[in-house]
């Protein structure tokens, strides 16, 4: 009828309607088939930080970046970044409004949404306005999906500068 409703053929199919996981049907016409406390293990990948930025303020210039590897299209609002495996309230935050991620694509996660404040890179989703920093003697990325009160940890990243034995070298000015 030209509405909202992404599929007049399915009656099932309206904005709102239930999420069924592993169909391929876009259900509830987000763009997506896949929510984020539908993800699993694997489902997105942390593939680069930016934790100890030279160009700009090192608390607006961090950044990540996230690769969608379920071969599906997926909406990550719901999904939990922390930067702690307790995901405390202090240190984490919930996507809260649609961030369609196409199968293989790639999304960045920020402090800022300004490209003056974090040296040009273009975030798609800014988590300013909470405690999540990235500390640059080393820390921790969790992704995580939230279901039934409890949060499954689908990557993480932890990283230390390369002092006694660390992961990464110090790369300030430079992503890892």
Known sequence: DGGLDCD??????????????????????????????????GDLVI?????????????VGEWFEVQNTSGHVLNLVGLVIADDGDYGADDTSTVSEALIVAADARVV????????????????????GVAMALNNSGDDIYLGSSSGGSITTIDVVEYLED??????????????
């Open 109 to 128: 996660f920020g402090n800022s949404g300004s490209t003056a404040d974090n040296g040009g890179v273009a975030m798609d989703y800014v988590y300013s």
């Open 163 to 176: 002092v006694a034995g660390g992961d990464f070298p110090e790369a300030k000015g430079r992503s890892i």
């Open 47 to 59: 593939t680069e930080i930016m934790y100890d930025p030279e160009a700009v303020t090192d608390d």
């Open 8 to 41: 007049d053929t399915e009656a099932t199919t309206y904005p709102g309607a239930p999420e069924s996981a592993n169909d391929d049907v876009d259900s509830d016409c987000d763009g997506a088939d896949y929510a984020a406390d539908q993800l699993s293990v």
